[in-house]
């Protein structure tokens, strides 16, 4: 290893860390749209237990590996990988992959919501008369080579520039700062939503359950979307895990991350329907919910200038704390590999991430007819990460600490900084059933759903 590594100041930066990964554009963009799409509260309520018996669990488990490891992923399977080390480090190598996949998509939206926040300032946002008419600007806005491009080279810089300053004086004081500042602007974009006049049906959306759209493919979306808000699967907890010290509880930071992400997603829920209701469009527009529908709505308002300035600000805040949660299990990953320094993997991570981003960020203009199962390049990156390498790699880190370490090594590691009396020692091991048992074949169970073998 090339430098000493480096820890998080507190419990509370590591918190607000994770929580900045958690909470993303998977909270404000996509979970509301997933819900529009699938049954409204019907969806939630299998995304919440989805939450709470596998991701919440997993999420654990790969805290508890990073830090157990003090290492990033690749290395910590060759390390404790004492059986089939090739397959595992092999592991380590999809974890990899499956984060420069998701990081080159993610850029583009990203770079969307700040191009947005910049259309709001100027007053391009707010005077539409129809979700068509909003639908039409960001649809000649994404197809513009030129703009989308900038956006995106602009968010991979400025991700770049907040992890080349490192753990703690880079991505632990924007997540310090950033993280309560997202939190008030949402809650007063719930409160606003709420005092709308009519908001009560958007409310009843998001309370009455639709079973009729429910089926095997809503459980793979609602797993798919665990896994992701959490973002659990792919090596980034397990990085930011490794930064924690010995003494810090992570069961209690576990559940905190899950909480605030999912409370942030239900508020983002909230935000969002009771306006698009309030103003009388249609929940169930897809991914352009945010982006076709908000426009309109934020055009029907009074101020909605403002609104939309601060809900595309909000975004792109959600977005970068994420973005920088990936870059920094690459580079970390790279880091232990290698002499090389973070700075030096910081610069070529990131063009990287670019210019494997540039296909998705043309996804949506001259190359809208490449692509996959009818799919653009973008939707069939989204759909490849969010649906199956997540679930893959939390099925695979759950496999891990369940089955290839020692159970006292394991249950040690989760106890230390957690304590050990009688209660605390029998949620260990119900977590631990949950983690070698309960994980796994569920998702494995779901997966052959979702492939037919089982219907
Ligand atoms: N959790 C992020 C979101 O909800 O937008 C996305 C994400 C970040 C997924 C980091 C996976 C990850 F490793």
């Known amino acids: 290893m090339s430098e000493q590594r480096e820890h998080w100041g507190g419990k509370l930066g590591f918190i607000l860390a994770a929580a900045g990964s958690a909470v993303g554009l ?25 939450i709470l018996i596998v991701g919440v669990p997993v999420l654990l488990a790969e805290v508890l590996l990073g830090r157990y490891s003090q290492r990033g992923p ?19 190598g999809l974890f990899f992959l ?17 191009g947005y926040m910049v259309e709001s300032v100027i007053g391009n946002i707010s005077a539409f008369s129809s979700s068509g008419d909003a639908a039409q600007h960001f649809n000649q806005l994404v197809s513009n080579p030129l703009w989308i491009i900038f956006w995106q080279f602009l968010f991979v810089a400025a991700g770049g520039l907040i992890v080349y300053f490192g753990v703690k004086n880079g991505i632990e004081k924007i997540a310090r700062l950033l993280m309560p500042i997202f939190f008030i602007i949402l809650l007063s974009l719930v409160i606003w939503g709420i005092s709308l006049e009519g908001s009560e049906k958007g409310l009843n ?29 792919m090596g980034v907890l397990l990085v930011y895990g490794s930064y924690i010290n010995k003494t810090d509880n992570i069961v209690f930071c576990g559940i905190m991350i899950a909480i605030l992400d999912t409370m942030i997603a239900l508020m983002a829920g909230l935000a969002i329907f009771t306006s698009v209701f309030a103003m009388g469009f249609n929940p169930a527009e897809g991914p352009g919910l945010v982006f076709h529908v908000l426009p309109a709505v934020f055009s029907s308002i009074p101020h909605g200038g403002i609104f939309s300035t601060l809900f595309f600000f909000l975004l792109s805040i959600a977005a970068l704390t994420s973005t920088i ?59 490849l990460s ?8 939390g099925m695979l880190v759950a496999i891990f600490v369940g089955w290839y370490l020692s159970k006292k090594d394991v249950l040690y590691e989760l106890h230390q900084g957690f304590g050990l009396t009688t209660t605390k020692r029998n949620i260990g091991r119900v977590w631990l059933f949950l983690v070698k048992y309960v994980a796994p074949i569920l998702i494995f169970l779901v997966f052959l759903s979702a492939i037919g073998v089982i219907k």
Do not use: Q
């Not at 499956?98 to 700040?114: C, D, F, P, Q």
């Not at 459980?219 to 896994?227: E, K, R, T, V």
């Open 325 to 383: 949660s990936i870059l920094e299990m690459l580079v970390s990953s790279i880091m232990d590999e290698t002499r090389l320094s973070r700075h030096h993997i910081v610069i070529g991570a990131s063009a990287l991430v670019f210019v494997l981003g540039i296909p998705s960020a043309l996804s949506f203009g001259g190359w809208s007819h490449i692509g996959l199962w009818n799919l653009n390049i973008f939707d069939v990156m989204d759909y």
């Open 98 to 114: 499956t984060g420069l996949i998701i990081l080159s998509y993610y850029n583009v939206v990203a770079g969307w919501s700040m």
């Open 386 to 393: 969010a649906n199956i390498l997540l679930p893959l790699g």
């Open 205 to 233: 959306f998001l309370l009455k359950p639709d079973w009729s759209t429910v089926s095997y493919k809503t459980i793979l979306i609602a797993l798919g979307h665990a896994f992701f808000t959490l973002s659990v699967g």
């Open 26 to 50: 998977g909270n404000i963009w996509k979970f509301p749209y997933i819900t529009g799409e699938n049954g409204g509260s019907a969806f939630i309520i299998i995304y919440l237990i989805c």
């Open 74 to 92: 690749i290395s910590t399977f060759k390390l404790y990988a004492k059986k089939h080390r090739p397959f595992w480090m092999a592991v380590g």
